[in-house]
């Protein structure tokens, strides 16, 4: 019975303490998760000329200009960068 109480406890205490978008689901990728995203195709395009400049898609530059102009954190932008080369254009470094 201690146990449980005990393991009960910790349970609350760490649903308490992890923050909430911790738990929720995050919707960063819905927009070019299609396999013909409009949205994709762009980014995908955009990392082509950067690419050509010998820029390279994940960098830091490139990436805070894909949050900004997309509204993202740098993080949501860093994801969405990484899944688009991944599944839409793997052929962009």
Do not use: E, W
């Amino acid at each position: 019975m201690r146990r449980y109480l005990l393991a009960l406890s910790f349970a609350g205490c760490l649903a308490i303490a992890v923050p909430p978008q911790v738990h929720s689901q995050s919707n960063v990728l819905d927009p070019v998760r299609p396999k013909n995203s409009p949205l994709a195709k762009s980014m995908c395009d955009q990392f082509r000329k950067l690419n050509a400049q010998g820029i390279s898609a994940k960098s830091q530059a490139s990436i805070s200009s894909l949050a900004s102009s997309q509204g993202l954190s740098y993080i949501d932008a860093d994801v969405r960068t990484t899944y688009v080369i991944a599944i839409h254009c793997s052929t962009v470094f």
